[in-house]
């Protein structure tokens, strides 16, 4: 093996388990992931940075449906996103990055679970070739956003 190579390899590897290590904020589950699934590293340069991106309080997403969605054309699509913050946060859907507002195929219900935990699930009856792209949850409050993307294919 070539020694730069190496070297490249040993180097990345540092950075990867320094930055983990730098972040802080949450702890469950390792790395924090952003909205298509890879790792994020985010190096903070002040404690006030750190406070407010890392909030206890900011809105999270902690499930949501599986990235890579294939249906049936006539079926119906369901997708789930279920969100914690103090104060409780307000999820938006969004399909190719445009936020939906109505839709004569499409409903989207939300439940309260407790005082800070909404559930929103949007569902598709029947679902067209129209329908496949690319679909978000957001969720947030004064604190923080978070997004998850799924992807729809028939």
């Known amino acids: 093996m070539n020694i730069r190579l190496m070297c490249f390899?040993?180097?990345?590897?540092?950075?990867t388990a320094d930055s983990a290590r730098m972040r802080g904020g949450r702890?469950?589950?390792g790395r924090r992931r952003n909205r298509i699934g890879s790792p994020r590293f985010i190096f903070y340069t002040s404690p006030s940075r750190r406070e407010y991106y890392d909030n206890p309080n900011g809105?999270?997403?902690?499930k949501s449906s599986h990235f890579d969605y294939e249906f049936y054309l006539g079926h119906k699509i369901v997708f789930l996103c279920v969100a914690m913050g103090d104060p409780r946060p307000r999820i938006t859907w969004f399909k190719n990055g445009v936020e939906l507002f109505y839709h004569?195929?499409?409903?989207?219900?939300?439940?309260?679970?407790?005082?800070?935990?909404?559930k929103s699930?949007?569902?598709i009856t029947p679902a067209t070739q129209m329908d496949s792209g690319?679909?978000?949850?957001?969720?947030?409050n004064k604190y923080a956003v978070d997004r998850r993307a799924f992807k729809a294919d028939f």
């Open 27 to 29: 702890r469950r589950g």
């Open 104 to 118: 004569p195929f499409f409903q989207i219900t939300e439940r309260l679970h407790g005082k800070n935990k909404l």
């Open 59 to 62: 809105a999270r997403i902690l």
């Open 9 to 15: 390899l040993v180097l990345l590897l540092l950075l």
């Open 121 to 123: 699930k949007l569902e």
């Open 134 to 140: 690319t679909y978000e949850c957001q969720a947030n």
